[in-house]
C-alpha cells in the first residue's frame, strides 16, 4: 500500500505548494483536497492520476483548506465527512455525489476505517490503515489531539498534527511525517531520527 501526498504546504520540485493538505491512499482515494483544484489538479497529473482514477473522497474536517478544492472535483464520487459538516453543506454535496455521513468508528473501504468523529469544538475524523505492522494514522490537522486520535499500535504518522506538543507520545511510532499544519513540526524532526517533513510529492510505501 502507498500514500502519496498530494497538496501541502511545502512541495518537491515540479510539484506545487499551498496552504492546505491532501493525500492520494492506493491511488484511488483522497484524503481531504487542499483548497485550489488547479494545484490539486496538477500535483495529481505530476503523479499520473487524473479524478477519473479516483473514486472515493474522505473529508477530515470543515475548514476551506481541507475541502475546498470539493466542488471542482466531487461528481459522482463517493464521499465521507463526518456528521456535524452543516446540513447546507452536506445537501450540495449529497446533489451532486454519493454522500456517507460518519459519527463512529467504521470500516470505510477493505483495511481502510474512520477514527469516528472526534473532539469538541472543531470536529474531525481521522483514517486508520491496518496492516500487518499495526496501524498507520493519516490525519487532516488532529485538532482533537493526538492523544485522543492514536490507537496504541501507531506506527505510521502522517499529517497535521496542529499544535500538539507531547512530544514524549511520539517516542514508540515507527515513522513520523508531520505535514501542513503542524506547529512544532522542526522540533519534531530534530528530535526524532525517524521523522521527516512531509510535502506535495512524497510518496510513502506502507
Known amino acids: 500500500m502507498n500514500v502519496k501526498i498530494v497538496y501541502d504546504n511545502e512541495a518537491k520540485k515540479g ?3 499551498s496552504w492546505g493538505f491532501s493525500c492520494l491512499i492506493e491511488n484511488h482515494i483522497l484524503f481531504d483536497v487542499g483548497w485550489d483544484p488547479a494545484v490539486l489538479l496538477h500535483n495529481l497529473s505530476i503523479f499520473g492520476i487524473s ?3 479516483i473514486d472515493t473522497i474522505i473529508l477530515s474536517h470543515q475548514h476551506w483548506d481541507h475541502i475546498g478544492s ?9 464521499i465521507y465527512v463526518p456528521a456535524s459538516f452543516s446540513t447546507n453543506l452536506k445537501n450540495e454535496i449529497s446533489s451532486r455525489a454519493n454522500l456517507f455521513e460518519i459519527r463512529k468508528r467504521e ?4 483495511n481502510i476505517f474512520s477514527s469516528g468523529v472526534l473532539g469538541e469544538e472543531i470536529k474531525e475524523q481521522s483514517l486508520y490503515i491496518e496492516n500487518e505492522k499495526g496501524t498507520v494514522v493519516v490525519t487532516g490537522c488532529a485538532h482533537p489531539g ?3 486520535i492514536l490507537p496504541d499500535n501507531t506506527h505510521t504518522l502522517i499529517g497535521g498534527f496542529h499544535g500538539f506538543d507531547n ?8 515513522r ?4 501542513h499544519c503542524t506547529v512544532k513540526k522542526k522540533e519534531i524532526v530534530n528530535r526524532f531520527e525517524n521523522a521527516e517533513m512531509g510535502y506535495a510529492g512524497m510518496e510513502i510505501i506502507l
Not at 70 to 78: E, Q, R, V
Not at 107 to 110: C, E, F, K, M, T
Not at 176 to 179: E, M, Y
Open 15 to 17: 510539484f506545487i505548494k
Open 51 to 53: 479524478m477519473d482514477d
Open 70 to 78: 470539493l466542488p471542482a472535483i466531487m461528481k459522482g464520487k463517493n
Open 107 to 110: 470500516r470505510i473501504l477493505g
Open 146 to 148: 493526538l492523544e485522543n
Open 167 to 174: 512530544l514524549d507520545l511520539l517516542g514508540d511510532i515507527e
Open 176 to 179: 513520523i511525517i508531520p505535514c
